[in-house]
């Protein structure tokens, strides 16, 4: 149903690709409009809206929507041995399917450079990204490091600095969890941020609050935790007018009004 597929492939007579589906900003964007017009969900943002578009049951509406995708690694193949992540990624674009760029490194300093210059450019790309990866090009070399319990060692990522925004923080509430744990959680002028517009964050506990010196009233500056979690970075303290206030938290359970408690070597305050 991925447009970007291709139907048939020549060559070999058993291959396993890996890659990645993604919907671009320009895509995303007419997907929402459509959206908007039928009634329809109207999506966060594009990761959210492909991880869902592949999950659906009904492949009609996967093939509906404007999906694309990169082949990055051939992790089996037939015949002649490839022996670089580049002949890798030749021999998947000679098949047809789009490849993501890719820089040849001589150097840890040229590998330095690269990740400076993707940070600086990345919004230049027709797709959101949060980072690099760095990977070792040949791919004996690969099978001697091996892999840790998680994760090859011959690649790292690469994370860019978490998108911030500003905005004003305009109440801390609290919230009873199911163990029974007070959550403060922040509340703030509407901003978006990596593609969702954001309004609360969790603010854990009231030493995080204290360390963080957070009053009702400050300019913040909030940003997405791995670009998905919302959190507060910090307060703007050098803008204050004298008109915030500090934040108490509450001597009994907002909801059913018992008196809280917080146990000895513990942050959490708890019903």
């Known amino acids: ?20 589906v993604y919907i671009a900003k320009k895509d995303f964007a007419a997907l929402n409009r459509a959206q908007e017009i039928a009634g329809g969900t109207i999506f966060a943002n594009p990761r959210n809206a492909a991880a869902g578009s592949l999950r ?10 404007p999906l694309s995708i990169l082949a990055f690694n051939v992790q089996y193949k037939d015949g002649e041995p490839i022996r670089t992540h ?6 998947l674009a000679s098949l047809g399917f789009p490849v993501p760029e890719h820089v040849y490194c001589p150097t840890v300093e040229d590998v330095v450079r690269e990740c400076a210059a993707w940070e600086e450019n990345r919004h230049m790309l027709p797709f959101d990204i949060d980072g690099l990866v760095i ?15 998680k994760s090859p060692r011959w690649a790292a990522a690469f994370k860019f600095k978490a998108e911030e925004q500003e905005t004003t923080l305009r109440d801390i509430v609290v919230q009873v969890g199911r163990t029974g744990v ?17 309004t609360y964050a969790t603010l854990h506990n009231e030493d995080y609050i204290r360390d963080k010196d957070l009053r009702i009233g400050d300019r913040v500056l909030v940003h997405k935790a791995g670009d998905v979690i919302p959190e507060v970075v910090r307060p703007l303290s050098e803008r204050r007018n004298g008109g915030e206030t500090a ?7 907002p909801s059913c009004g018992t008196g809280l408690v917080r146990l000895p070597g513990e942050a959490a305050l708890r019903c």
């Open 1 to 20: 149903t991925l447009s970007t597929v291709p139907a048939f492939i020549p060559d070999p007579a058993e291959v396993d690709i890996r890659g990645e």
């Open 56 to 65: 659906q049951l009904d492949p009609a509406v996967t093939a509906s929507r």
């Open 86 to 91: 580049r002949d890798a990624l030749a021999y």
């Open 135 to 149: 990977k070792v090009d040949d791919l004996a070399q690969r099978e001697a490091l091996g892999f840790r319990a």
């Open 182 to 198: 007070i959550t403060p959680k922040a509340v703030f002028d509407p901003v978006r941020i990596a593609g969702s517009l954001v």
């Open 247 to 253: 934040f108490r938290m509450p001597s009994h359970c």
